[in-house]
């Protein structure tokens, strides 16, 4: 009987506990927002990185829905600047969740125009001059064509770049540094243009094959002696392995042809004949991850990361299948790029760190 009422009473206490904290959680809740927001808005990633080039995922993914990998981004730290190089659907929100704040980003580089690593742009922009209240619109690099992506940006903004100004006032989001502007260059007789060439800092440009896409481009960039290479999206080429060569880190595009015939096969089982056609047709002007294993090999790097997944990989054990036979062709090491993945490289060395951000 005496343990009866001991259960009771735990029973009752807990009870009362429990209710006592639905009564409070808002209160608590409120006091914890207070705290998360004022570490958040004060945290600045760039601010306290070490000296070296950094690369973090703003985005592994590609046109394809996916919930674990957003559109094509990747933002470059080298030294205290910041460079974006694509900006697809998430890059805003995920450059947020990396510790970087939008309005610190010196400049934006596009490798092309298909809609996925451009989609983001209008976010991107957005944030980026609101967040700090710059006064110059965000220089944004690209081959030709990119000052008319760039104007479609611009105009479709322009009233809500006047709303804004009339609502927070010229002082808080100067007129003058909405939107971007664009920066278009051409490509040289070696498919080749220097955009950024500084004693410590270089950025070039380089043509690949993504046909019927042209102009496609990778990028090379060297800081302090440690040299990262973005292959873009392109079959597989030479220009990349030529630019790779003895790259510490290079972030090249890949898709695995046997899950797309799996995706082709379901669209046909579903009556889906175009969706079937786009399967098929993709397969052309991308690499495979074994290819991209080859040219990581060939040209001796440091480290492969393969982003752009196509397609997505929803379920465990689905990045194995993906890597197919990858690891074998190139022995160093090898990954799929998640959205969160940071890497430190710092000067006068051959380290490569991995980091989670989220």
Same mark, same amino acid.
């Given at each position: ?104 980003? #010196? ?15 209008? #976010? ?73 060439? #500084? ?160």
């Amino acid at each position: 009987m005496k343990s009866s009422r001991i259960v009771l009473w735990t029973l009752v206490a807990a009870t009362l506990l429990g209710t006592a904290a639905y009564a409070f959680r808002g209160p608590l809740s409120l006091a914890a927002a207070r705290r998360m927001a004022g570490d958040r808005l004060a945290a600045d990633l760039l601010a306290t990185l070490p000296d070296g080039l950094h690369v973090g995922v703003c985005g592994a993914g590609s046109p394809f829905p996916d919930d674990k990998r957003a559109g094509p981004c990747t933002v470059v730290v080298a030294g205290k600047r910041l460079f974006v190089f694509d900006a697809g659907s998430g890059a805003a929100r995920n450059i947020g969740r990396l510790g970087f704040v939008h309005g610190r980003i #010196e400049a934006i580089f596009l490798t092309h125009f298909h809609s996925d690593h451009i989609d983001g742009l209008g #976010e991107l922009m957005l944030q980026r001059w609101v967040s700090t209240g710059n006064q110059s619109p965000v220089p944004v690099h690209g081959p030709s064509g990119v000052d008319t992506v760039i104007a479609g940006w611009r105009q479709a903004y322009a009233l809500d770049q006047g709303y804004r100004v009339a609502h927070h006032g010229e002082a808080t989001v100067p007129a003058a540094g909405f939107g971007a502007t664009a920066r278009p260059y051409t490509l040289g007789a070696d498919g080749r243009a220097v955009i950024v060439k #500084e004693a410590d800092l270089e950025i070039v440009a380089f043509a690949v094959d993504h046909a019927p896409v042209q102009p496609a481009v990778g990028y090379r960039i060297r800081y302090k002696g440690r040299t990262l290479v973005l292959s873009g999206d392109t079959r597989q080429n030479d220009a990349v392995r030529r630019e790779a060569q003895g790259a510490d880190l290079l972030v090249h595009e890949a898709l695995s042809a046997p899950l797309m015939a799996v995706l082709a096969d379901g669209a046909t089982q579903a009556g889906r004949a175009n969706l079937k056609k786009i399967f098929g047709d993709v397969l052309d002007y991308h690499s495979s991850p074994e290819q991209a294993a080859q040219t990581a090999r060939d040209a001796k790097v440091g480290y492969l990361l393969l982003n752009h997944i196509v397609p997505a990989l929803p379920l465990p054990g689905m990045e194995q299948a993906f890597l197919g036979s990858a690891p074998d062709v190139f022995a160093g090491p090898i990954r799929v790029a998640a959205d969160g993945d940071f890497f430190s490289l710092p000067p006068g060395s051959t380290d490569i760190k991995l980091t989670r951000r989220f």
